[in-house]
C-alpha cells in the first residue's frame, strides 16, 4: 500500500507541476499585456487627453493657422465649425495673416500666459510669440465662458475692443465658427483701413515736401537769375566806361611829348591788355545756365569778382595816363 501511495503520489506531482508553471506565467504577463494594449480605434484613452495640450494650440496656430480643442469638438454641437474657421484663416491670408483658436476654458486655463484663461491676454501672447512668419491677429475664443479676446499689435485696445462689441450678437446668433470669422474679418479690414490711411497720409506729406522744394527751387531760379543779371548789368557798366576811356586817350598819346609818350604807351597797353582779358570774361558771365548759377555759385563767383578787378584796375590805369594827358 505504501508503495503504491508513493507511485500515485509521484504521478500527480508531475502532472500538476507544470499546471502551476503555466498559472505562474499567466498572472505575471497579464499586466504587462494590458499595459501594452493598442486601444481599438474611436475609443478615448488617457494618451488622447493628454495630448490636447496648450503645446497644441501653439503648433496647429503655426502650420495650419487654426485650432479647434478637443474639448470644443466633443462638447459643442456646431456643424462646420473648424471648417468655417480654416475658410477664413485662408481668405484672410493675402489681406492680414490671421490665426483663430477656439477652446475649452481648461485648456486655456492651463496656458501660463493666459493669466487664469483670459483669452485676451492669451491672444496677445500668441501673436507676439506665433513667427515665420508673425500673424497680423490673433483670434482666441473661450467656448464655455463664451468669451473673446484679440491679439494685434496693429490696433489699439479701444479699436480692438470696437472690433469685439460689434461681434458679440454673432456669437449668440450664429455660433462660434461665425463670431470668430467675424472678429477676424473685421479686426483684418481695420488694420487695412489703418494702413490705407497712413499710407495716403505719407504720400501727401511726401507731396507737400515735393511741392515746397519745387516752389523753393522755382523761386531761387527766377530770384537767382534776375540777381546775376543786375549784378552783370554793373560790370557791363564799368566795362563801358573803361571802352570810353580807351577809345579817347588812344590817339591822345601820340601827340605827347618824347619824355612821357613811351611811359603813357606802356601803362596804356597794359591796361587794353588787362581791358581785353577783362571783357572776354565778362561775356562769358552773360549768359551762364541758371542752374549752373544755383549749383556752382561759388566758381561763378570767383570768376565775377576777377572781371570786376581787371576793370576796376585798367580803369586806374587809364586814369593815370589821361592825368599825363592832360598836363
Known amino acids: 500500500m505504501r508503495l503504491l501511495s508513493r507511485t500515485t503520489s509521484k504521478k500527480w506531482q508531475i502532472a500538476f ?3 502551476l508553471l503555466m498559472l505562474a506565467l499567466l498572472i505575471f504577463v497579464s499586466p504587462v499585456a494590458a499595459q501594452t494594449a ?7 484613452t488617457s494618451a488622447q487627453q493628454v495630448s490636447d495640450t496648450p503645446d497644441d ?3 496647429n496656430l503655426g502650420s495650419k493657422g487654426y485650432y479647434v480643442s478637443q474639448a470644443v469638438k466633443t462638447n459643442v454641437n ?7 474657421i480654416a475658410d477664413t484663416v485662408s481668405k484672410l491670408k493675402g489681406k492680414q495673416d490671421t490665426r483663430i483658436a477656439v477652446l475649452g476654458n481648461t485648456i486655456l486655463t492651463q496656458a501660463p500666459q493666459s493669466k487664469g484663461g483670459n483669452p485676451a491676454d492669451y491672444a496677445g501672447f500668441l501673436q507676439g510669440y506665433l513667427s515665420s512668419p508673425k500673424p497680423d491677429v490673433v483670434v482666441v ?9 484679440l491679439g494685434t499689435d496693429k490696433l489699439s485696445a479701444a ?5 469685439i462689441n460689434e461681434s458679440l450678437s454673432t456669437f449668440n446668433t450664429k ?3 461665425e463670431g470668430a470669422s467675424m472678429v477676424a474679418q473685421k479686426a483684418a479690414d481695420k488694420i487695412s483701413s489703418k494702413e490705407t490711411s497712413g499710407t495716403l497720409t505719407t504720400v501727401a506729406i511726401v507731396v507737400a515736401i515735393l511741392a515746397l522744394i519745387g516752389g523753393f527751387l522755382a523761386y531761387r531760379y527766377f530770384t537767382a537769375r ?19 576811356m580807351v577809345l579817347d586817350l588812344s590817339p591822345k598819346i601820340d601827340y605827347l611829348s618824347d619824355r612821357v609818350r613811351e611811359q603813357a604807351r606802356g601803362l596804356f597797353g597794359q591796361a587794353s591788355s588787362t581791358f581785353s582779358n577783362a571783357n572776354t570774361s565778362l561775356r562769358q558771365l552773360e549768359k551762364p545756365n541758371t542752374w549752373a548759377l544755383m549749383f556752382k555759385g561759388g566758381e561763378y563767383e570767383k570768376q565775377y569778382q576777377m572781371t570786376a578787378s581787371q576793370l576796376q584796375t585798367t580803369r586806374n590805369a587809364l586814369t593815370q595816363v589821361q592825368t599825363t594827358v592832360d598836363k
Do not use: M
Not at 456646431?78 to 468655417?84: Q, R
Open 17 to 19: 507541476g507544470p499546471a
Open 38 to 44: 493598442t486601444p481599438r480605434p474611436g475609443g478615448t
Open 57 to 59: 494650440i501653439v503648433k
Open 78 to 84: 456646431e456643424p462646420g465649425l473648424e471648417s468655417k
Open 141 to 149: 475664443v473661450d467656448a464655455n465662458k463664451k468669451a473673446v479676446g
Open 159 to 163: 479699436e480692438r475692443q470696437e472690433v
Open 175 to 177: 455660433g462660434f465658427g
Open 226 to 244: 534776375s540777381y546775376w543779371n543786375k549784378r552783370v548789368a554793373e560790370l557791363q557798366g564799368l566795362a563801358g566806361q573803361v571802352s570810353n
